[in-house]
């Protein structure tokens, strides 16, 4: 167990509302902490130093970068669970490994061998495998960060070092520690996952001798060693030597890769290690390094609100298991790609022939209860549960004393809520990975714009929408990501009207204005249609109906007679597109009507107890605003007869709310 060292006068008690216990550690970027969260559960808070970003540009640009690391697979590291800001500090909330550090360990007991070094080589190798296929390069890999738990090697820290790069007003130097920092690191040059191969190898050297490769002396000494002296590799031998000397080269594009570490290290095992012996069926001959891979493009990550797997069980700390952990996560990633593309193969084959039938899904059900979680801005309380299908990304507080309503967006699927002060809106794609964003202000040009902020990478990019006075305020994203949907307002006296919609291109940035300026249809916003192809909007006076159109703005169909959408509804549609929902004609508080999408037959009436529907939860449920009393307001889901099933969100008392979900769509495009 990791030394846990009592709270200082100067720490805080809580982090982002997590209770801190002791302290961890502390060194150059700040001070981590060990802490409960709100279910009871150990994590680890790292609390960046206050010079590490300095504004809140600074902290913005360092959150962004940290929340790509939350898409890492778990193979062999601690998951990043989110981050946060307090005091005007980042925080990094991520998975607590009980176990010492890879340096404690051989400080403290001595350099690593036999099998021991060799599944330690495999662990973090995997480790270094998920990292890479999400897209992100670790740039500070060295012993400090690999975390001995009772299941194998942990890899910690990743994505932290490229933040503080980005962010840092300390120095010029590339973030990073010299005795394991490649050449192109050093000479400020772009780094990639070859930088990453360079330090695992540097580790290897300091695990199975106690030494780093290029000493660790003077920090001029240390970095001329690694532009131009060879390694010291006292201490290895074997196929594991051999491994390590080529990823020590100093020419980045002669490394192997980490998915080419695994399999030559589980092609030549050691004696009696069993399983590496099972997996060196399909390896690479003796001797041979495979073609260098291009650069894996990250998989897509699982769409907003889709079911995250569960953690895996916790195992008693016995040899054999931490064996078999180690290894098991390498013959998973392994297993991952040869399975992805058996399934493409499959799948190409599958469509030459005849459409497999399709599964009869069975009907959802509505977790029972969620975990409580308070959030930034007032009086909110959220409830969630891993198998919702929904996912709160952002929402919107009235502030009675500056008169106006302040922003906040999440920073990653299931991360924390970040205040944006200067922001009209805000809105996080299905997959989380951009944020798209509408200021306060227009352009210096009199343009309005929204900007799409790429998490992965850390990009910023303006649109220029519409000029003066007319504004364009965010609608939603496309189920897939690729598009935003704005609507076009202009102020008429006192009131704002819609008089068109803008689709933006999230790969080209490019923009399309459509004017419509129909009267019948200027009192609602836009919304996409079932199919995303166009757009829908709510006309007439008296007998409602919905009316279709295409991205040039012409009508394509109706269907009358079908009510009102409710004010502030996200998500007209279901899921699936199959269906929506609206306000019945005629009808009384709380009757709803769901409509046929294709051919605009009513399917189904019933009443409940929501004052406004918000939204579809699945495609059997609905969520929606419910208030219990006079002062106290609920987001609830409810089914189709009226019931309300589980309460989403607890508003307190004189707290105006507007809430954003994302939705997954079950199979869908």
């Not at 500056?402 to 805000?426: C, I, M």
């Not at 364009?472 to 704005?486: C, E, M, P, V, Y």
């Not at 916003?525 to 166009?534: I, P, Q, R, S, V």
Request: proline share 8%.
């Amino acid at each position: 167990m990791p030394d846990i060292a009592p709270l200082r006068p100067g720490d805080p008690r809580s982090l982002g509302g997590m209770d801190l216990l002791g302290r961890l550690g502390e060194g150059g970027q700040g001070v981590v902490y060990l802490a409960t969260d709100p279910s009871g559960a150990r994590v680890a808070i790292k609390w960046l130093r206050s010079d590490q970003a300095a504004d809140q540009v600074s902290i913005g640009r360092f959150l962004r970068e940290v929340e790509v690391a939350q898409q890492v697979a778990p193979f062999c590291t601690a998951a990043v669970l989110g981050t946060g800001v307090e005091l005007d500090r980042p925080f990094i909330v991520s998975e607590f490994i009980d176990g010492p550090s890879l340096q404690q360990v051989v400080q403290q007991e001595g350099p690593r061998g036999g099998t021991t070094l060799h599944r330690l080589a495999i662990g973090t190798a995997t480790a270094l495998a998920a990292i890479h296929q999400a897209g992100i390069v670790h740039r500070d890999f060295k012993p400090a960060n690999v975390i001995i738990g009772a299941d194998g090697p942990r890899v910690i820290d990743f994505g932290i070092a490229r933040a503080l790069d980005a962010t840092s007003t300390l120095s010029s130097m590339p973030v990073g520690t010299p005795s394991y920092m490649p050449p192109e690191q050093i000479m400020g040059h772009q780094v990639g996952p070859a930088a990453d191969l360079f330090s695992w190898g540097g580790t290897m050297v300091y695990a199975a001798s106690g030494k780093a490769p290029f000493g660790s002396d003077t920090m001029p000494a240390v970095l001329n060693r690694v532009l131009n002296k060879p390694p010291d590799l006292s201490g290895l031998d074997g196929p594991l030597l051999d491994v390590v000397m080529a990823c020590l080269d100093k020419d980045p594009a002669r490394r192997p890769t980490a998915e080419q570490v695994i399999i030559r290290l589980l092609q030549r095992p050691v004696p009696q290690s069993g399983i590496l012996a099972q997996g060196s069926a399909a390896a690479i001959p003796a001797g041979a390094w495979p073609a260098p891979a291009a650069y894996p493009t990250p998989p897509p990550t699982a769409p907003a609100g889709q079911p995250r797997p569960a953690p895996a069980p916790k195992v008693k700390p016995r040899t054999v298991l931490v064996m078999g952990a180690a290894v098991g996560c390498a013959l998973l990633v392994l297993a991952g790609v040869v399975t992805v593309n058996q399934l493409n193969r499959t799948t190409a084959s599958a469509s030459l022939t005849s459409p497999a039938p399709t599964p009869t899904a069975p009907a959802p059900t509505v977790p029972a209860t969620g975990t409580p979680l308070k959030v930034p801005g007032g009086s909110i309380t959220i409830y969630e549960n891993e198998s919702d299908p929904i996912t709160l990304t952002s929402y919107e507080v009235y502030d009675e004393k500056g008169k106006e309503w302040v922003d906040y967006a999440r920073q990653s699927l299931n991360g924390t809520f970040v205040k944006y002060p200067n922001n009209k809106e805000s809105m996080v794609s299905p997959d989380g990975r951009y944020l798209a964003t509408r200021g306060k202000n227009y352009s210096s040009d009199d343009f309005d714009f929204i900007e799409i902020i790429d998490r992965r990478s850390g990009g910023e990019v303006t649109v220029k929408t519409v000029r003066s006075p007319l504004q364009s305020t965010i609608r939603s994203w496309s189920k897939d990501g690729s598009k935003i949907l704005l609507n076009v307002e202009e102020k008429t006296g006192d009131e704002w009207y819609y008089v068109g919609f803008a689709v933006v291109d999230v790969a080209t940035h490019e923009r399309e204005i459509v004017m419509v300026r129909d009267k019948q249809v200027q009192e609602t916003a836009f919304g996409w249609d079932n199919e995303e192809k166009g757009v829908v909007n709510v006309y007439g006076d008296q007998d409602k109906g919905l009316r279709f159109y295409d991205t040039a703005g012409k009508v394509t169909r109706e269907a009358p007679g079908i009510g009102t959408l409710a004010s502030g509804t996200m998500d007209i549609f279901s899921p699936s597109g199959r269906t929506f929902v609206t306000d019945c004609p005629d009808g009384g508080d709380g009757d709803h009507c769901l409509w046929d999408s294709a051919t605009g037959k009513r399917l189904r009436t019933f009443t409940s107890e929501c004052d406004k529907v918000l939204g579809w939860y699945d495609e059997t449920h609905l969520y929606c605003w419910e208030q219990d009393n006079a002062t106290r307001d609920n987001v609830q889901v409810v089914d189709f007869k009226g019931k309300l099933v589980r309460k989403l969100i607890d508003i307190g008392e004189d707290v105006d709310y507007s809430p954003i979900y994302t939705i997954d769509v079950p199979g869908g495009s």
